[in-house]
């Protein structure tokens, strides 16, 4: 009963997610996530149900289904690609590498300083060719090693890029149609950008160095950008997007997409217990044995078979019927080969796969 109760309370509350009517103690949870395509991954937008990841140094972004496959790769070539956001039908990313720098005498600090020339990438997704770009000049307190671009977002027909330098946190308010920074911004330490039904949400960077573990709804005023709500996230971030009712994450610290529901901090730890998950194998890559760990949040049936690539079933590792509760089973791959292999839960409507590398 109280099992129940539980899960219909989660129920209300998740059904509610559209409204964002939340309180200042809420907490946003994992309730979904796939492995990312990069260890060097950076931002994430969503659009018409595709996901669009940036990887960093190596000048990608990458195209993925709902699922986290892979559909198809952009490449850029000798650019640094940071925060993505979608606006009238282009995907724009941040490029964190200056393309320029010029000094520029201050008189009122006697002194010229260093700033950098920065771009923003207009694509065309459709082509994956870059249709447009905004360079805009960042302070750097005359050092260009320390300044940094980190996230994007697009809120009331204008653009919004967080940076840190050696001057501190802003905000460049950027017009798109005139190519020109209409504000520079006082804030706390945003990162990544959202536009939220209608409102701008960031991601709040604590750490100094792009990535935070809080969610924060920001308010436009007098030349600042206020903090009003705070949503705390079980882990640190660098960018955030909206699929219309979920917000979805880019988990930096463990490289990992994830979609968050709303649950107030009362029921977390108690909810936390009642859901299903299937983790990721470890050791992976492993030789020859590793161990898969599940949980399950009542008595059901549970089949967890393993597969090679060619969709062939190469263990059973569980088939019978279990109480709710987590457990670990090891996998022995002592007579398989090197490769790629998936395994697969079913658990009443619960189904997820991951994969594992098996390496001689």
Not at 71 to 87: Q, V, Y
Not at 254 to 277: A, H, P, R
Request: net charge negative; glycine share 6%; hydrophobic share 35%.
């Amino acid at each position: 009963m109280f099992l129940k109760k539980i899960i219909l309370l989660a129920f209300i509350i998740y059904n509610s997610i559209p409204s964002f009517l939340y309180s200042q103690k809420d907490t946003l949870i994992t309730i979904q996530e796939f492995n990312s395509p990069s260890s060097l991954a950076w931002g994430i937008e969503y659009d018409s149900n595709k996901f669009f990841v940036s990887a960093d140094s190596l000048g990608n972004i990458y195209e993925l289904d709902t699922y986290g496959e892979l559909i198809k790769t952009f490449h850029f070539p000798n650019r640094r690609l940071k925060g993505l956001t979608f606006f009238e039908n282009h995907l724009w990313v941040v490029n964190d590498l200056a393309v320029d720098d010029t000094l520029i005498y201050q008189p009122s600090e006697n002194d010229y300083i260093t700033y950098n020339i920065y771009s923003i990438l207009k694509i065309n997704v459709l082509n994956g060719m870059i249709s447009d770009s905004i360079r805009f000049i960042s302070r750097s307190a005359n050092s260009p090693t320390t300044n940094y671009i980190w996230g994007i977002g697009s809120y009331n027909s204008k653009l919004y890029v967080s940076s840190n330098s050696g001057w501190g946190p802003c905000t460049y308010e950027i017009d798109p149609i005139t190519k020109t920074v209409t504000s520079d911004l006082c804030c706390a330490h945003p990162t990544g950008f959202e536009n939220i039904n209608e409102s701008l949400f960031c991601i709040r960077d604590n750490s100094s160095t792009g990535i935070g573990n809080d969610i924060c709804s920001l308010d436009l005023a007098d030349g600042n950008l206020e903090e009003k709500k705070w949503y705390s996230i079980d882990c640190y971030a660098s960018d955030l997007t909206f699929d219309g009712k979920n917000i979805w994450i880019y988990d930096y610290s463990n490289k990992k997409i994830k979609k968050l529901s709303l649950i107030t901090t009362n029921l977390k730890i108690q909810l936390n217990n009642y859901i299903f998950n299937l983790g990721q194998n470890y050791p992976n890559p492993f030789n020859p044995t590793t161990q898969i760990s599940y949980q399950i949040p009542k008595n059901s049936f549970v089949n967890l078979v393993v597969y090679n690539t060619l969709g062939q079933v190469v263990s059973t590792l569980v088939s019978e019927h279990q109480t709710s509760g987590k457990y670990s089973v090891q996998f022995n791959a002592n007579n398989l080969p090197s490769g790629v292999y998936f395994y697969k839960i079913e658990s009443g409507t619960f189904t997820k796969v991951n994969k594992m590398l098996l390496l001689r």
